[in-house]
């Protein structure tokens, strides 16, 4: 508080000047135009405070000249420590200056200070001399308390009291001001330190801890005013303020927010705590362990700050952004632990940064948010694969033989990336983000099965072959590399994948069988006969399909394309013997060498392209010869071999072949007694059936 040039700042040396002149002095000082100011409460309650203490010299002139020794002699006007403080002087660390205590004893020794005198040297931060003469106006009043001076009159040794107080008070202001000065300012007042920790010293000395409480209603006369506490809290509250200065941007002006006001935030603070150790600590004694206070209140303030953060309604990569910085940057070489701090500020002994309630509900913050996140990614791996493939045609790449699909990579790596930042915060977080991953991904599979079918099912596009073969060898990729990379179980994973490749398989057959059915009708009619009909579109519609599975991944691709080939020849076979006009043995011949020229291109092709049914091979060409030969005997060679290398072919199916190469009801039923008699299983003998998939035709005999 700035006080008035024109106000009262001593009391005159002599107390024998009259009372009218000390009115006369306070009327024209309270008749001041600048009493008129915030200020002026404070100075008229000095005023009247000076007067009573004023009388009270007075009175206490008369009564020495009265009483001839006095019971208030003058040597009491010096302030004095105790015997113990007298003997030790205060001998500030780092070679500063030693400083007596009796240098403001004596001062006061020769004239003692007003309250507003006092004050003054307070707002002039000369508090040793300040506190000097506090202690002795303290140490006066209490003369006098005890004396029972009061005892008329409590009125006035309240208004004394409280002036003392008041003063005791304004000067723990100053030194909270000292104190939060300290990292403000560009450079560090050594001398108001030191004489800080004097001040504080002979408090201490002045006002030993004798363990007496303090009541309510009672003075704190003599009471230790707990100046080292108060200098405790000016640092907590020092540290906080720094804190709260540190520069924070917006979320609208910055997405990066976040990022940068923790950046400040270490860099701020790494410079205030290198101030501290390089010329903050030589000014205190090492009882104060200045570095380790000031390390433990910027503990406490960024544990709060960052609570505070933490309410706000932060986003995944924000969450992240404080999670990572409270494990792996705090504590680190780029924070307290940087070189330069070292070895003053220690954090072995330093708390948690937060609690552990505090900590998981910023972890489980982190979960919920990155759940949102991860299906966002999954839903960008869908919204790709139809906009920038499937509507624009894109044929899949090959790789080491194999159609290639980006699904399987673009899954793991979102997996690994969210697991690998998880888990340099904790293994716990990892894990847990792992399982979100993976259920995330359960949720995935299907909703892109169910995209690609219909996508499939209302395009009729070459691609599908390609796509539905890239999509089954990143369905065993991914299964492949969550069990290896991420040493997941993956039964749940082959569930949802055997389904999708089943659902995947159908359309597949749905769309090979629409083509290549109607063309398998053509065969045995009269424009397929005379040669009008080619086989060359019905090889292309198969191609159109099984060309592809040779990139397909076993066993998947493989075990495709054998069941095409079963169902081409299959198919072939059942429009074959069907039932038909009888043909001459010039037709019969025609169309033998038809059936054996195109079941070898047929055969061929899918050989070529992958499939390992050779026992297929022979089907086609032995009805093939049965139907162009001429000799009898010859026929019977023809069926016993069918049936041997097709033992699941039944009665109904060698009658057929015969009716169709000519032959009566009874050569018919006498060729199969006399060759295929021991065919009982319909299944056939080595475990592959192809009869057995076969509707036998009804044959009907005219007579």
Same mark, same amino acid.
């Given at each position: 508080?700035?006080?008035?040039?024109?106000?009262?700042?001593?009391?005159?040396?002599?107390?024998?000047?009259?009372?009218?002149?000390?009115?006369?002095?306070?009327?024209?000082?309270?008749?001041?135009?600048?009493?008129?100011?915030?200020?002026?409460?404070?100075?008229?309650?000095?005023?009247?405070?000076?007067?009573?203490?004023?009388?009270?010299?007075?009175?206490?002139?008369?009564?020495?000249?009265?009483?001839?020794?006095?019971?208030?002699?003058?040597?009491?006007?010096?302030?004095?420590?105790?015997?113990?403080?007298?003997?030790?002087?205060?001998?500030?660390?780092?070679?500063?200056?030693?400083?007596?205590?009796?240098?403001?004893?004596?001062?006061?020794?020769?004239?003692?200070?007003?309250?507003?005198?006092?004050?003054?040297?307070?707002?002039?931060?000369?508090?040793?001399?300040?506190?000097?003469?506090?202690?002795?106006?303290?140490?006066?009043?209490?003369?006098?308390?005890?004396?029972?001076?009061?005892?008329?009159?409590?009125?006035?040794?309240?208004?004394?009291?409280?002036?003392?107080?008041?003063?005791?008070?304004?000067?723990?202001?100053?030194?909270?001001?000292?104190?939060?000065?300290?990292?403000?300012?560009?450079?560090?007042?050594?001398?108001?330190?030191?004489?800080?920790?004097?001040?504080?010293?002979?408090?201490?000395?002045?006002?030993?801890?004798?363990?007496?409480?303090?009541?309510?209603?009672?003075?704190?006369?003599?009471?230790?005013?707990?100046?080292?506490?108060?200098?405790?809290?000016?640092?907590?509250?020092?540290?906080?303020?720094?804190?709260?200065?540190?520069?924070?941007?917006?979320?609208?002006?910055?997405?990066?927010?976040?990022?940068?006001?923790?950046?400040?935030?270490?860099?701020?603070?790494? /410079? @205030? &705590?290198?101030?501290?150790? !390089?010329?903050?600590?030589?000014? +205190?004694?090492?009882?104060?362990? =200045?570095?380790? *206070? %000031?390390?433990?209140?910027?503990?406490?303030?960024?544990?709060?700050?960052? /609570? @505070? &953060?933490?309410?706000?309604? !932060?986003?995944?990569?924000?969450? +992240?952004?404080?999670?990572?910085? =409270?494990?792996? *940057? %705090?504590?680190?070489?780029?924070?307290?632990?940087?070189?330069?701090?070292?070895?003053?500020?220690?954090?072995?002994? !330093?708390?948690?940064?937060?609690?552990?309630?505090?900590?998981?509900?910023?972890?489980?913050? %982190?979960?919920?948010?990155?759940?949102?996140?991860?299906?966002?990614?999954?839903?960008?791996?869908?919204?790709?694969?139809?906009?920038?493939?499937?509507?624009?045609?894109?044929?899949?790449?090959?790789?080491?033989?194999?159609?290639?699909?980006?699904?399987?990579?673009?899954?793991?790596?979102?997996?690994?990336?969210?697991?690998?930042?998880?888990?340099?915060?904790?293994?716990?977080?990892?894990?847990?983000?792992?399982?979100?991953?993976?259920?995330?991904?359960?949720?995935?599979?299907?909703?892109?099965?169910?995209?690609?079918?219909?996508?499939?099912?209302?395009?009729?596009?070459?691609?599908?072959?390609?796509?539905?073969?890239?999509?089954?060898?990143?369905?065993?990729?991914?299964?492949?590399?969550?069990?290896?990379?991420?040493?997941?179980?993956?039964?749940?994973?082959?569930?949802?994948?055997?389904?999708?490749?089943?659902?995947?398989?159908?359309?597949?057959?749905?769309?090979?069988?629409?083509?290549?059915?109607?063309?398998?009708?053509?065969?045995?009619?009269?424009?397929?006969?005379?040669?009008?009909?080619?086989?060359?579109?019905?090889?292309?519609?198969?191609?159109?399909?099984?060309?592809?599975?040779?990139?397909?991944?076993?066993?998947?691709?493989?075990?495709?394309?054998?069941?095409?080939?079963?169902?081409?020849?299959?198919?072939?076979?059942?429009?074959?013997?069907?039932?038909?006009?009888?043909?001459?043995?010039?037709?019969?011949?025609?169309?033998?060498?038809?059936?054996?020229?195109?079941?070898?291109?047929?055969?061929?092709?899918?050989?070529?392209?992958?499939?390992?049914?050779?026992?297929?091979?022979?089907?086609?060409?032995?009805?093939?010869?049965?139907?162009?030969?001429?000799?009898?005997?010859?026929?019977?060679?023809?069926?016993?071999?069918?049936?041997?290398?097709?033992?699941?072919?039944?009665?109904?199916?060698?009658?057929?072949?015969?009716?169709?190469?000519?032959?009566?009801?009874?050569?018919?039923?006498?060729?199969?007694?006399?060759?295929?008699?021991?065919?009982?299983?319909?299944?056939?003998?080595?475990?592959?059936?192809?009869?057995?998939?076969?509707?036998?035709?009804?044959?009907?005999?005219?007579?």
């Amino acid at each position: 508080m700035e006080l008035n040039a024109r106000s009262i700042t001593s009391e005159p040396a002599s107390p024998t000047n009259n009372t009218e002149e000390e009115k006369m002095e306070v009327a024209s000082e309270l008749n001041s135009p600048t009493m008129h100011s915030g200020n002026s409460g404070f100075i008229e309650r000095g005023i009247k405070t000076m007067l009573s203490f004023r009388k009270s010299r007075r009175s206490l002139s008369i009564e020495k000249g009265k009483e001839g020794t006095g019971t208030w002699k003058r040597k009491q006007l010096s302030w004095r420590f105790s015997k113990s403080s007298e003997e030790n002087e205060t001998t500030i660390c780092n070679g500063v200056e030693v400083i007596s205590e009796k240098i403001e004893a004596e001062s006061i020794q020769g004239k003692p200070l007003s309250v507003m005198e006092i004050h003054e040297l307070i707002q002039k931060r000369q508090l040793l001399e300040a506190f000097a003469s506090i202690k002795y106006l303290e140490d006066e009043l209490i003369a006098e308390r005890d004396a029972e001076k009061y005892k008329d009159n409590p009125q006035e040794f309240v208004r004394k009291y409280k002036d003392v107080d008041l003063l005791y008070n304004s000067i723990t202001n100053v030194i909270q001001s000292i104190v939060l000065e300290t990292l403000e300012h560009p450079t560090v007042e050594d001398t108001m330190l030191t004489s800080l920790v004097t001040l504080i010293a002979r408090e201490e000395a002045a006002h030993p801890n004798t363990g007496i409480s303090v009541h309510s209603g009672s003075d704190l006369l003599g009471i230790p005013r707990k100046w080292r506490e108060e200098w405790m809290a000016a640092v907590n509250e020092s540290t906080r303020k720094r804190i709260q200065r540190v520069p924070m941007p917006s979320k609208e002006e910055m997405s990066s927010w976040l990022v940068l006001h923790l950046d400040l935030l270490q860099k701020h603070l790494r /410079e @205030d &705590l290198l101030k501290i150790k !390089l010329s903050v600590k030589k000014c +205190y004694p090492e009882e104060y362990q =200045v570095c380790d *206070t %000031y390390v433990e209140a910027f503990h406490k303030a960024i544990a709060s700050h960052l /609570e @505070d &953060l933490s309410q706000r309604p !932060l986003e995944f990569n924000e969450l +992240y952004t404080l999670l990572d910085w =409270v494990a792996n *940057t %705090y504590r680190s070489e780029l924070f307290l632990g940087h070189p330069d701090l070292k070895p003053e500020v220690k954090t072995e002994n !330093l708390t948690l940064l937060l609690t552990p309630a505090h900590w998981d509900k910023l972890k489980n913050d %982190y979960i919920a948010s990155a759940k949102g996140k991860i299906k966002s990614y999954f839903g960008n791996i869908l919204r790709l694969e139809v906009t920038e493939k499937w509507e624009k045609e894109v044929h899949p790449e090959v790789k080491e033989n194999f159609y290639h699909s980006s699904l399987s990579f673009d899954i793991q790596t979102i997996i690994a990336e969210h697991m690998k930042i998880s888990g340099e915060i904790s293994r716990s977080l990892e894990i847990k983000m792992l399982e979100l991953c993976l259920s995330e991904l359960y949720e995935f599979m299907p909703r892109f099965g169910e995209e690609f079918v219909v996508w499939s099912t209302a395009q009729n596009s070459p691609l599908f072959a390609p796509y539905f073969a890239a999509y089954i060898n990143s369905f065993h990729d991914l299964t492949s590399g969550l069990e290896t990379a991420f040493k997941v179980n993956t039964e749940e994973l082959q569930k949802i994948s055997a389904a999708l490749t089943r659902n995947f398989t159908n359309i597949f057959w749905n769309k090979l069988r629409t083509r290549a059915q109607p063309l398998f009708k053509k065969i045995l009619t009269k424009d397929w006969i005379l040669a009008t009909e080619k086989l060359d579109s019905l090889v292309l519609a198969v191609s159109q399909f099984s060309k592809h599975l040779q990139h397909m991944r076993e066993p998947t691709g493989q075990e495709l394309l054998r069941n095409i080939h079963k169902y081409v020849v299959r198919e072939y076979i059942t429009q074959v013997i069907k039932p038909r006009r009888k043909m001459n043995a010039e037709t019969r011949q025609q169309v033998s060498e038809k059936m054996n020229r195109e079941a070898r291109i047929l055969n061929n092709t899918l050989i070529d392209q992958g499939s390992d049914s050779d026992w297929l091979l022979p089907a086609i060409h032995h009805i093939a010869n049965i139907i162009g030969e001429k000799k009898k005997d010859e026929i019977k060679e023809y069926v016993k071999e069918l049936c041997q290398d097709y033992p699941d072919i039944r009665k109904e199916h060698v009658l057929a072949v015969l009716a169709l190469r000519g032959l009566g009801r009874t050569r018919r039923a006498a060729i199969f007694r006399q060759v295929c008699h021991r065919l009982e299983s319909p299944d056939g003998g080595d475990g592959s059936a192809l009869f057995a998939e076969i509707d036998a035709p009804v044959i009907i005999s005219c007579f």
